[in-house]
């Protein structure tokens, strides 16, 4: 039997891999300002983690590869793709999803604009959009510049058109509600939108100097933001 | 995906401890190596999570460059002030690479150390090299369209799908390292290697060692900088061709300039004969187009991504254009 142990588990060994199953870690997940407790697969990513052990379904599994931004979430207040993060490493970090961005006093500027615009089509892609574009904006205010933006040198970021496709370039819609998103974007920027409901779930806040987004132009134009 | 153990590194000591058991992989960003565990490609029995380690922040060194721990993500550094300052190149580098979101989870370390994006690679019913080495190269006789065209070998055409990393190549930068037995470092074009007979090894990283700092010497004319990606869309792809060039011009004579190219090769690829080529040379198109020829002389294209040798010559030509603009 001596050369058999080679291929074939003991009984022992398979005793404790059935009792064990796949390696876990207890972790405490703080989702939307609630501390949720989980044994977690470590494989398991926080898209699934979110969606199946959390039962918050509006983070969405587009490509599950990082290549389309339907998971996009907030950690910490920054947007991240929740397909590529593992549940496991996102213990200590606060994650928001956009069931957690309306407040008592109703929608959050970025939902509301998104609304106003009609800015879907079928939504799937729009959670991830919306939590992208609250990341984003957070991103202008602390004067981070763009692949659109021509002198990276210069401090002071103005979102117009190009810049905000550039910038929401991470986020797909096949249905190619760009021309409506573009426009919402822009309107949460300018509005009432620099108050932040992502912000007052964040343990820590992002470090996002204030600074001013000015808008530009906006001329009509229908290119997509993955031309 | 296969299980794996998983643990939470207390300080890079008990990384490179954890590090030193083979099978172990550290986990920084993890927006490569969480999407090549979804894909079989890599299998590690341990993840090392090192994204809580403060290996410190962007500081100024005396001689005008940066120190860059390794643990800072991609849109912290493209943000930095210092950075788009004095070299503009790596804060466009950065800003044309992946998207917001990736580019907010992808640390400094990690991204000197993504995988190629080849798609032979990535897929593993399909043989490849790099991944399953003796097994052969099915990119070479086929889909090429985004391969090497420099330094390739017979056994693999796989090119870096970096930006930064492009842009660090063309400033000489030192990435320092830790192992067990203590702090080392390379200058990145001796970090990086080309594909030879073993495709499996990207960098000469030792095994078990953990990238710690990138370390960028400082370059007075980085300031006259830029980098050019050509690619498919025009936002959040890999690029097929990228410049990254500095330039320094007085009286109508090239003093000194830097370059490296992306997409091109298994490393990103510093263009010494152009380089060489130019020091000293007047600023014409004549000597820019003749510094391009020199560097890409050498390139063995395949029939799908010949395309890449004209298109490198014009990022080049162009590129160097754009920097000495007002001198010419």
Redesign the interface.
């Known amino acids: 039997m001596e050369h058999a142990v080679d291929v074939l588990p003991t009984t022992d060994e398979s005793a404790a891999t059935a009792s064990a199953g796949?390696?876990t870690?207890r972790v405490t997940l703080d989702v939307n300002g609630s501390e949720h407790p989980l044994d977690i697969d470590?494989?398991m990513?926080l898209l699934d983690a979110l969606r199946e052990k959390l039962a918050l379904t509006g983070s969405k599994k587009g490509c599950?590869?990082?290549q389309c931004?339907a998971c996009?979430v907030l950690?910490d207040g920054?947007?991240?793709?929740s397909c590529?993060?593992?549940a496991?490493?996102a213990e200590?970090s606060a994650i928001t999803t956009v069931e957690g961005l309306a407040d008592d006093e109703g929608l959050h500027p970025v939902q509301q604009a998104f609304l106003d615009r009609d800015a879907y089509q079928c939504g799937y892609c729009t959670p991830g959009q919306i939590c992208?574009a609250i990341?984003?904006l957070r991103?202008a205010r602390?004067?981070?510049?763009?692949?659109a933006?021509h002198d990276?040198?210069l401090?002071g970021v103005v979102l117009d058109d190009d810049e905000v496709?550039?910038?929401?370039?991470?986020?797909l819609c096949r249905c190619g509600a760009y021309v409506n998103i573009v426009p919402a974007v822009l309107d949460a920027a300018e509005g009432s939108a620099m108050r932040d409901a992502a912000d007052s779930h964040a343990a820590h806040a992002p470090d996002v100097p204030d600074a001013s987004v000015t808008r530009g132009t906006t001329a009509p134009d229908t290119t997509a933001?993955?031309? | 995906m296969k299980t794996f153990e998983y643990e939470r590194a207390t300080s890079v000591r008990s990384a490179l401890t954890s590090l030193g058991t083979p099978g172990t992989k550290p986990l920084a960003g993890g927006t490569n190596l969480v999407d090549l565990l979804k894909l079989g490609v890599e299998r590690p029995d341990l993840l090392v999570d090192i994204n809580r380690l403060d290996f410190g922040g962007i500081e100024p060194t005396d001689d005008g460059g940066l120190l860059i721990g390794a643990g800072v993500r991609n849109s912290d550094l493209a943000a930095d002030l210092l950075v788009r300052t004095r070299f503009p190149l790596l804060a466009k580098a950065l800003l044309s690479a992946a998207s917001g979101q990736l580019r907010n989870m992808a640390s400094t370390g990690g991204n000197l150390l993504q995988r190629t994006r080849c798609t032979y690679f990535m897929d593993t019913t399909k043989p490849c090299n790099k991944r399953d080495p003796g097994s052969g190269c099915p990119a070479i006789p086929g889909a090429s369209r985004e391969l090497g065209i420099l330094g390739v070998s017979n056994d693999c055409i796989a090119t870096h799908p970096g930006d930064m990393a492009v842009a660090l190549t063309a400033l000489g930068a030192i990435i320092h390292v830790d192992t067990l037995d203590g702090p080392t470092s390379f200058e990145i074009g001796e970090f990086y290697r080309l594909p030879g007979a073993d495709p499996t090894r990207d960098t000469n990283l030792p095994a078990g060692a953990l990238i710690t700092a990138v370390e960028i010497p400082g370059l007075p004319f980085g300031a006259v900088s830029t980098y050019r990606k050509a690619r498919d869309r025009a936002s959040y792809a890999f690029g097929l061709v990228t410049v990254a060039a500095a330039l320094d011009v007085e009286d109508g004579i090239v003093r000194d300039v830097r370059i490296a190219l992306g997409g091109v090769s298994h490393k990103p690829w510093r263009a010494s004969i152009a380089e060489e080529s130019l020091r000293g040379k007047l600023v014409t198109a004549r000597s820019f187009e003749a510094a391009a020829d020199a560097e890409l002389a050498a390139a063995t294209p395949t029939e799908q991504n010949a395309f890449k040798v004209a298109l490198a010559k014009r990022m080049l030509v162009g590129t160097l254009h754009e920097l000495a603009g007002g001198h010419e």
């Open positions: 796949p390696p870690t470590n494989r990513s599950d590869h990082g931004g996009t950690i920054r947007r991240a793709n590529l993060t593992l496991v490493s200590g992208s990341g984003m991103e602390a004067g981070w510049p763009s692949h933006t990276v040198a401090d496709r550039e910038r929401m370039s991470g986020n933001a993955t031309r």
